[in-house]
């Protein structure tokens, strides 16, 4: 089943303003900061290495515990949230800095986008000289949060056709442009991130490339200078990212995304992943869904029109459940060798009504997960995101609280990850 997980409207998730390509919540009082000072960790997971550090890997196997160390904090299993920038630009009241209790990570989408009047945008015009990363990254650390991006713009790019990308010189020197900026202003910041490499695309790229990445031609060499003796393939262009990521920002955390709808095969998939470069990341990336189950089973919204079964089983009886979806990303992770962080997960509440109605559609991933995160690490997981997918859904706004009751009792108690 595909999940969309990328935005389908950046314009009804407030990510940008409709007709605009400045972003809701974009400009920080005073304008962004490079990040030459700003509070440590001390998140309520805590943290043994304030400043983060390099993650002393160019390739290999990763380790959930070793990358909470890379990004200075204890070795707990990591909760967060994104998507959720204050529509007034008061950073101060992002959906994640307004439960009361500290969480692990911030996330924000990095997006290419088509305008009203047909043009393309992009993030980097968002503030001046692309420190809309930086007012992110600033206003996480101020409140003890690792910030976190989605670089969400090869597939709004080119989407089912990516060869309409990787076959326009000037859109590739743009975006390469695009993710050297990304990296340089990290470095800036001077602390860890996390930066999660383009969800949606992979998939799209290992189904066109029928799981052979070495055939899919790309115009990588003349347009990402740092990558000009990789080959011009998506071999050469998933190697390009950890080449860019490493020379500009080793302190960052970085990974791919995997797609369950990608191939029926999770090993298929974690193959074609580590065939462009994702051995040489530090984590991998998975979705459980994009919508509220809710949403899709009331099929009046645009944005949910999808035909399936999205309520899952909490019993683990019938099909769709957890279990099921845990073996795939057990399997998914351990073919990468990289803990996983699952992202963009729905905040709907448990029903026995299907449906519901916008801002108030059913779902029960929240509700299951703060109910079994050992599961999780079972599985491999180094931690999870929590946001909207699209427009009118569930929000920690107005899901009668259960969100903030969760990490509240959740970072009580954290779940500690294994020793090794």
Known sequence: MKYFAGVLSLCALGVIG?????????????????????SSNTGSSGTTNPGGGAVNVSSGPTTATAMTTALGRKANFLVG???????????????????????????????????????????????????????????????????????????????GNLMAAFG??????????????????????????????????????????????????????????????????????GHCYVRIARKYAPKAIIGFHASEWANADPAATAKFLNAVGADETDVIFA???????????????????????????????????????????????????HPLIWWQVPLGVPSDTKGGSAGHYRDNRVHYIFSHISEFVDAGGLGIAFGVGAGNQTTTDTDGGQFKDAVTKYFQAPVALPAN
Request: aromatic share 10%.
């Open 81 to 159: 949230l994104g998507n959720d920038l204050d529509p007034n630009s008061n950073h101060d009241m992002d959906g994640a800095f307004r439960l009361g209790t500290t969480l692990d990570l911030h996330y924000a989408y990095l997006s290419a986008y088509k305008n009203s009047d047909g043009s393309w945008g992009s993030w980097d015009s968002w503030n001046p000289n692309g420190t809309f990363v930086n007012v992110i990254t600033d206003s996480a650390d101020a409140h003890g949060v690792v910030p976190m991006f989605t670089l969400y713009a090869m597939a709004e790019q080119g989407d």
């Open 287 to 337: 979705d459980l869904l994009d919508r509220d189950a809710g949403c899709f089973e009331a099929a009046v919204d645009p944005n949910c029109m999808r035909q399936g079964s999205f309520y899952w089983d909490e019993t683990n009886t019938t099909s769709p459940n957890f279990h099921d979806y845990l073996a795939w990303s057990k399997a998914i992770s351990s073919g990468v060798q």
């Open 18 to 38: 409709c007709g605009s390509s400045s972003p809701s919540g974009s400009k920080a009082a005073g304008g962004a900061s490079s990040s030459s000072g700003g």
């Open 168 to 237: 326009n010189d000037s859109v590739m020197k743009s975006y390469w442009s695009d993710v050297q900026l990304l990296f340089q202003r990290i470095a800036a910041f001077g602390k860890p991130a996390v930066v999660h490499l383009e969800p949606d695309f992979w998939a799209y790229a290992e189904q066109q490339s029928k799981e052979n990445p070495s055939s899919m031609p790309v115009k990588l060499s003349a347009n990402a200078p740092d990558c000009a003796d990789l080959s011009n393939d998506l071999v050469g262009l």
